[in-house]
């Protein structure tokens, strides 16, 4: 693995369904995040972790769970999915939480709810 | 509340230079960030301002104002590989970014 994956690539998924969406990084970085990006709008924060074992909660995580039990895996979780729910999901990472240290980006997830 | 605001869409010619203004509104500030997301992938960082001032990297160059809430980036040179759309970010006291909708840079030949 190099630097952050995400799976899966793309998902069509019926309301009311749980659904994981996975992220692993290997470049041993404390911070993660999850964001969705819809069109014409920025990227929202749904929920962050500054190091493992410690979550937090972003711009919109209503609906969205997320874990980090270890350095490398941040999962997201949708309880039971709504069509508002649809959008290209994104998980990042960064060295640490602090100021100047950027962002690196999986490839995303487009998920589709029906 | 927190704002970005960049505009939405421009055109410029292969060969010239082109400047993306963005103006911020957040919560305390710790930082600016430009990042580059090609059509269908992922963002990718291009430059972080602190300082008043220009940070030029090679052909891409950002400029920030504090006392302005205000940044730009300015390409150099264009190429047809810099289509795209340019994502500007600011970082508020809790070092979280607020996203801007991103600027989708048409080139053209």
């Known amino acids: 693995i190099a630097g952050i994956t995400q799976a899966p690539t793309s998902q069509i998924l019926a309301a009311g369904r749980r659904m994981t969406l996975r992220c692993t990084q290997d470049?041993?970085?404390?911070?993660m995040y999850w964001y969705r990006q819809d069109l014409g709008l920025g990227l929202r924060l749904i929920h962050y972790?500054?190091?493992?074992?410690?979550?937090g909660k972003g711009e919109v995580p209503d609906g969205y769970s997320v874990s980090r039990a270890n350095t490398d895996d941040f999962p997201l979780t949708l309880a039971s999915a709504v069509p508002s729910q649809t959008s290209v999901y994104f998980c990042?990472?960064?060295?640490?939480?602090?100021?100047?240290?950027?962002?690196?980006f999986g490839p995303g997830t487009r998920l589709t709810v029906l | 509340g927190q704002n970005i605001d960049q505009p939405t869409e421009m055109t410029a010619t292969e060969g010239a230079i082109v400047q993306i203004n963005c103006t911020y509104q957040?919560?305390?500030?710790?930082?600016l960030f430009w990042y580059q997301q090609h059509a269908g992938e992922a963002p990718t960082f291009l430059s972080y301002?602190?300082l008043d001032g220009l940070e030029e990297k090679g052909r891409f160059s950002s400029f920030l104002s504090r006392s302005k809430g205000y940044s730009y980036l300015l390409l150099k040179e264009l190429q047809m590989k810099d289509s795209a759309s340019y994502l500007c970010?600011?970082?508020?006291?809790?070092?979280?970014?607020?996203w801007g909708a991103g600027t989708k840079l048409i080139i053209k030949p």
């Open positions: 957040t919560s305390g500030f710790n930082g």
């Open positions: 972790s500054n190091t493992a074992g410690t979550t």
């Open positions: 301002n602190v």
């Open positions: 470049m041993r970085h404390n911070a």
């Open positions: 970010a600011s970082m508020d006291s809790n070092y979280q970014l607020i």
């Open positions: 990042a990472s960064s060295r640490t939480s602090g100021s100047r240290d950027e962002q690196f």
